[in-house]
């Protein structure tokens, strides 16, 4: 099958690639093309952006959650016959293994990539020739294919650096991205801000878009992108049976941390999901079957949070009443007795016999393992992958919490377990992704058609 496809990377994170992946997504799709957008690694914020930006989807690639063959026939499944962009994380050749095997660099290679490099070049001008030369001599079967230069600092900027380019190396410039404050994003403790709390955005993605497109030669993007070899056609997907259990969701600008492959997984094992605001829902939707509250940045809006007592209520009462449910990291916190940021603080949903308080540091991050303990509703006791990304901590913790999974690697709640069990409900700081060798979706789904049943 065909389709057209880049890899735009890095040397290194903070080089403002997912600014120039936004503004190149907004404005090829002014101009039409159908887009696939794709992030590496586990990032739930810069997908948002990707997908205000192209209009669809954005779907995450991560070696830590699926096998080279799943990952490849996963891409083609979902990539677009017109184009696509997939945007790394961190460097080229950033990876947590040594030998590059889960890195950038491996991505591009698996999927046959053309690479397009984002250079920071604020306080270069020479020096960018033995960079690029470097990174195309460590890996020859890595192609890169063109470079972007970015928060440049003016025409003469740009054209010393064009010219040591074209003296040392062989790779075209595409394009000249200078500084620009309307091309800032603001950052956080877990990295960008979200698109929803970004104010104006349409208007805001549009005009990030106008200036990377003026900055960068889209046609030679898309020559780039149509030299990548042919893949291998996916396997048909099954057929989406009828629904026959419904999942209040939780999707507001405090939770918003969804896999949108893990929510269509939801609807191939037959669960409608029916979103709810925490901000403005007085009770959760009627007739449901179960409960998922993702991840985000509650600790943003505890005053809100707080004020929708009557919500609070219904969900604790639900809980407390046996309705499965399940709550990622943002989810936990909001179940707690109650969520502190600094000097703001407020009540909770309150079934977690915990108060969540926010920290300088982060209190877990990056790639976990874990499995789950005999008390896990349901779970294999395989062990699994993960990943977590949290400041938060819980404190004045009940001594009696059940917890359903033990953890091997990172620190989930308190550094040897994760998945606290209050009812049927769980919750647990770690991020799960649905995928063959952990279908947590089908096993969550599985475990409410027995309660149902029960």
Same mark, same amino acid.
């Given at each position: ?14 080089? %403002?690639?997912?600014? &120039? ?44 959650? $699926? ?22 994380? #961190?460097?080229? +050749? ?49 192609? &890169? ?5 970015? #928060? ?7 054209? #010393? /650096?064009?010219?040591?380019? *074209? ?23 877990? %990295? ?12 805001? &993605? @549009? ?12 046609? =030679?993007?898309?020559? &780039? ?7 291998? =056609? ?24 969804? +896999? ?62 046996? /309705? ?8 936990? $916190?909001? /179940? ?8 703001? =603080? %407020?009540? $909770? ?5 915990? !108060? ?16 789950? $303990? ?8 395989? =062990? ?9 901590? /819980? ?8 917890? @359903?999974? #033990? ?10 377990? !994760? ?33 149902? *049943?029960?």
């Amino acid at each position: 099958m065909q389709a057209p496809r880049f890899l735009i990377s890095a040397a290194h994170k903070s080089s %403002g690639k997912t600014v &120039i992946a936004t503004g190149l997504a907004a404005a090829l799709a002014a101009r039409g093309v159908a887009l696939g957008a794709f992030k590496k690694g586990p990032d739930y914020i810069d997908p948002m952006w990707l997908s205000a930006a192209s209009g669809q989807a954005c779907y995450n690639l991560d070696f830590n959650t $699926m096998a080279g063959g799943e990952l490849a026939a996963f891409f083609a499944s979902r990539a677009s016959g017109e184009l696509n962009l997939i945007e790394a994380n #961190k460097g080229l +050749y950033d990876g947590m293994a040594l030998d590059g095997s889960d890195s950038n660099a491996a991505l591009a290679r698996l999927l046959s990539l053309p690479v397009v490099l984002v250079i920071d070049c604020n306080g270069m001008t020479r020096g960018i020739a033995p960079l690029l030369t470097g990174y195309q001599a460590f890996d020859p079967q890595v192609h &890169i294919a063109g470079v972007i230069l970015n #928060k440049v600092g003016g025409p003469r900027h740009e054209e #010393k /650096l064009r010219a040591a380019v *074209a003296e040392y190396t062989d790779i075209p410039v595409i394009g000249a991205v200078y500084r620009n404050p309307a091309l800032e994003i603001g950052e956080r403790h877990l %990295g960008l801000t979200t698109p929803a709390e970004s104010g104006e955005l349409a208007a805001r &993605i @549009a005009r990030i878009g106008e200036i990377v497109g003026a900055s960068v030669e889209l046609d =030679a993007l898309l020559a &780039i992108a149509a030299s990548a070899p042919p893949l291998a =056609a996916p396997p048909a997907a099954p057929a989406v049976p009828a629904p026959d259990l419904r999942i209040a969701i939780a999707r507001d600008q405090a939770f918003g941390f969804y +896999y949108p492959d893990d929510l269509e997984a939801f609807a191939a094992a037959g669960a409608e999901l029916v979103p709810f605001s925490t901000f403005t829902d007085p009770a959760l939707p009627p007739d449901i079957d179960g409960l998922f509250i993702g991840g985000g940045f509650p600790e943003m809006f505890i005053p809100e949070l707080e004020a929708n007592s009557t919500l609070r209520a219904d969900i604790r009462a639900r809980i407390e009443s046996g /309705l499965p449910a399940y709550a990622e990291c943002g989810g936990l $916190m909001y /179940l707690c007795r109650s969520i502190r940021h600094g000097d703001v =603080a %407020g009540d $909770m949903v309150g079934v977690v016999a915990a !108060d969540a308080v926010m920290h300088p540091r982060p209190q877990g991050r990056g790639y976990a393992a874990y499995h789950d $303990m005999p008390s896990h509703p349901w779970g294999t006791g395989v =062990a699994q992958k993960a990943h977590e990304f949290h400041y938060a901590r /819980l404190e004045s913790t009940d001594p009696g919490l059940t917890f @359903a999974r #033990k953890i091997t690697r990172g620190h989930g709640i308190d550094g040897a377990h !994760d998945g606290v069990l209050v009812h049927n409900a769980l919750a647990g700081f770690i991020h799960l992704r649905s995928s063959r060798g952990l279908p947590w979706v089908s096993d969550f789904v599985a475990f409410l058609r027995r309660c149902k *049943a029960a």
